[in-house]
């Protein structure tokens, strides 16, 4: 079992960037494959990168491509999204999930952190 804590999120400006941070406990972070999914109001959770356990290749969703990179460090114990260039659209409460396939499906992931808000707003 692994336990999630996210952190990072906040307040920026249209434009800005943050740095989302998820760590993990437990001894066995490497072999998760792990996965940044965001949640707005009244809307469904949404996809947004994962980075593979092994290799570390990484998929994004569309919206994000070119914007958002996820990055891990395995020393640490720790999976990051940096969000770079946010719109407003991107405001949402951004969850960490830890699976055994580096997939888009919240369905697919075993652990989920807490959550950490992020909101884009002038």
């Known amino acids: 079992q692994v336990q999630l804590v996210e952190s990072g999120g906040g307040l920026v400006q249209p434009g800005g960037s943050l740095k989302l941070s998820c760590a993990a406990s437990g001894r066995a972070f490497s072999i998760y494959d792990m996965g940044w999914f965001r949640q707005a109001p009244g809307k469904e959770r949404e996809f947004v990168a994962v980075?593979?356990?092994?290799?570390?290749?990484?998929i994004y969703a569309d919206s994000v491509k070119g914007r958002f990179t996820i990055s891990r460090d395995n020393a640490a114990n720790t999976v990051y999204l940096q969000l770079n260039g946010l719109k407003p659209e991107d405001t949402a409460v951004y969850y960490c999930?830890?699976?055994?396939?580096?997939?888009?499906?919240?369905?697919?992931?075993?652990?989920w952190g807490q959550g950490t808000q992020v909101t884009v707003s002038s």
């Open positions: 980075i593979a356990s092994i290799g570390g290749s990484t």
């Open positions: 999930a830890a699976g055994f396939e580096p997939t888009a499906v919240a369905g697919d992931y075993h652990y």
